[in-house]
């Protein structure tokens, strides 16, 4: 007998093999997760924010479908509680009566799912048709997801300087109407979910997906990622900042007619600027404009988010940090961002090693100072006052109730 007591007991006190890995890779990720220091936001994402048009379309629709629930399973339960008390075996001592076929039951049986599912079909398809058009004159936001953070484009307004007025990760929209968004991915699948503001959609790269969603309260709400897409799917994360009409409209026309300041000579943003634009080839630094975008400036690039207006955003990291530690994080993010944030495809200017599409780069390098100086560039990014989408606008947290405000 193989099983004896010994090789039981030995077994007991160690756990097998796979156990054992398991174990430490459990470990090592809860280590992984406390030294990163990454930040948890204190905004939930709340599905019954009945602020939405949208989820509230949601919303009642789900209310049928639990009503028909409810009735289903009263009038199943009621069945079998009479069938079960009727044909105890106490009170019928003999064999039940047999019989098969019996068409009236057995086409009562088929008609009663039909119609239920018939009838939820009809509310499914009532809600999509009013959810779905998409009226006239509606904003519109391009949204392209990456690996690991998101670029919000405005494509009905060119900007004075040229190209079309984009954001990276806070995605600013009017509060009160229906905005339409058009989600689409540049590598693998990602999922655009702030559902405060109303549903969810998969973005695909080479798919263009369209719906419209709206918040009646002005306020910044929280959005992630929702499919699985790599090292940093949980820290691809981004702001909605939903603003009246009016703050939206001065927050449009100032980012329309924005260009980058032009850095006073001699001072730390200009030497930052420079580095930005030309990196550092005697040390391999390689230009930040390469892959971001500034409006206003040569910067161009299309493979990292748009930091035209980063002075103005609270977030850094696709909203991995924010408020004060964003600001503390700036740094150590643009010395070593693989290193902060796992996968991220920014090259490092410490001189050590990162990966880009599975093959090992070394890195540039750049002094503290150099880092510094291009911090002070980035954060003199700045829409003008009126136009900061952040200021006054009240964070949504904790949402526990339908309608319930902060
Ligand atoms: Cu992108 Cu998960």
């Not at 479908?65 to 044909?87: M, R």
């Not at 039909?114 to 509606?138: E, K």
């Not at 719906?211 to 981004?238: E, F, I, K």
């Not at 964070?395 to 319930?404: E, Q, R």
Request: proline share 6%; with cysteine.
């Amino acid at each position: 007998m193989l099983n004896t007591i010994q090789d039981r007991q030995s077994r007991t006190r160690r756990p097998s093999r796979a156990v054992r890995t398991t174990g430490s890779l459990v470990a090592a990720l809860g280590l992984a997760a406390l030294l990163s220091g990454c930040q948890r936001s204190d905004q939930t994402l709340f599905l019954g924010d009945m602020a939405s048009g949208y989820n509230r379309e949601i919303f009642f629709m789900s209310l049928w479908a639990i009503a028909l629930s409810v009735i289903i399973f009263v009038g199943v339960s009621a069945a079998l509680f009479y069938t079960v008390q009727k044909f105890r075996e106490d009170k019928n001592p003999n064999a039940p009566q047999q019989f098969h076929g019996n068409n009236r039951l057995e086409t009562l049986l088929v008609a009663v799912p039909v119609v239920i599912v018939i009838l939820l079909s009809v509310l499914t398809v009532r809600s999509m048709a009013r959810l779905n058009p998409v009226p006239a004159g509606t904003p519109k936001i391009d949204i392209l997801g990456k690996q690991f953070w998101w670029n919000f484009a405005y494509p009905a307004t060119t900007a004075d300087a040229g190209g079309v007025v984009t954001n990276g990760n806070e995605m600013v929209m009017p509060a009160g109407r229906l905005v339409t968004l058009n989600v689409t991915s540049g590598d693998v699948v990602h999922g655009f979910w702030a559902p405060n503001i109303g549903g969810q959609r998969a973005a695909i790269p080479s798919v263009v997906r369209t719906w419209n969603v709206d918040t009646d309260r002005p306020g910044v709400y929280q959005g992630n990622c929702s499919q699985l897409c790599g090292a940093s799917h949980a820290n691809m994360r981004y702001k909605v900042i939903a603003l009246s009409q009016e703050r939206y409209d001065a927050f449009l026309a100032a980012a329309k007619a924005y260009r980058a300041p032009a850095p006073a000579a001699g001072s730390a943003e200009e030497r930052g600027y420079n580095l930005f634009v030309n990196g550092k080839p005697e040390t391999g630094a390689l230009a930040c404009a390469a892959c971001h975008r500034v409006q206003g400036t040569p910067a161009a690039g299309a493979a990292g988010p748009d930091l035209s207006f980063f002075g103005t955003r609270r977030t850094l990291g696709a909203g991995m940090w924010e408020g004060d530690k964003a600001r503390d994080m700036l740094e150590p993010w643009i010395k070593n961002s693989p290193e902060v944030k796992p996968g991220s495809l920014m090259p490092t200017y410490d001189g050590s090693e990162y990966t880009v599409s599975g093959k090992k780069q070394k890195g540039g390098v750049l002094t503290d100072d150099e880092i510094g100086d291009i911090a002070a560039y980035l954060r003199s990014l700045r829409l003008p006052d009126d136009a900061d989408y952040w200021r006054d606008t009240p964070v949504i947290k904790n949402i526990s109730a339908p309608g319930g405000q902060q």
